[in-house]
């Protein structure tokens, strides 16, 4: 298994380009996730999907766009970049490893650094 | 609302020393889990534990031990005999039952080991 793979490790963009930044996993996890690192701010949640078809909003969903027509890809969309963007980008799948309630394992992508200018 | 405070920003120790990267959370759910997540400088995730909050048995895998304390709502990492190659961030998470797919991180603690 190649696990969670993201494209591209690094992007610059201009202020204003559109841009889509790739997840795939090959692990039939239903739950995918993206989040953003910032310095001194650990990750926050951008958006995630509980199955094809089925995403919702974390804590900073603002800038971005993303939809999830398979299982395996889970890509985010930036329509419009703007320089608070500049981030490291993580995609998760998870999985149930059972027991409790909330019993489950994220599997982190290696992360796509975006700079925009 | 959830959050996890990891009030050491940075930490420089002497290899050999023993160092303790705290954690402290704030929930109010009566189920969820704690992780600790490396980042090395090349910067991938490294996953290194996970303790459910019905489990506060101190753990300890090789030079690595965690002290889960549920009373004063901690979850401590310690690394005994420190090498150069734990110079990383440490990242520690939470999570529950309600949205139990979403990680609540903190902050991050930079450890570098001198040689």
């Known amino acids: 298994n190649a696990g969670v793979t993201q494209t591209p490790k690094f992007q610059v963009l201009k202020t204003g380009q559109s841009m889509t930044l790739q997840c795939a996993q090959d692990m039939n996890h239903e739950y995918m996730s993206w989040y953003r690192q910032d310095p001194g701010m650990g990750l926050r949640l951008i958006h995630y999907s509980v199955g094809a078809g089925i995403t919702d909003q974390g804590e900073v969903p603002n800038g971005y766009n993303v939809s999830r027509s398979t299982t395996e890809d889970f890509p985010l969309r930036l329509l419009s970049a703007a320089p608070s963007q500049t981030s490291v980008y993580f995609c998760a799948s998870s999985y149930s490893f059972g027991g409790l309630a909330g019993a489950y394992e994220q599997y982190f992508g290696p992360g796509t650094r975006l700079t925009v200018t | 609302a959830q959050k996890v405070t990891q009030a050491q920003t940075e930490i420089s120790v002497v290899e050999k020393e023993d160092v303790t990267l705290d954690c402290v959370y704030e929930t109010r759910d009566t189920t969820y889990y704690l992780f600790w997540y490396k980042q090395p400088p090349s910067g991938e995730l490294v996953f290194l534990i996970r303790r459910n909050s019905f489990d506060e048995q101190n753990e300890i895998s090789g030079r690595y031990s965690w002290n889960f304390q549920k009373s004063t709502s901690s979850f401590n990492f310690t690394i005994t005999a420190s090498q150069v190659v734990d110079s990383a961030v440490y990242f520690c998470?939470?999570?529950?039952?309600?949205?139990?797919?979403?990680?609540?991180f903190g902050s991050g603690t930079q450890l570098t080991v001198l040689p």
């Open positions: 998470a939470l999570t529950n039952s309600g949205s139990a797919r979403q990680l609540t």
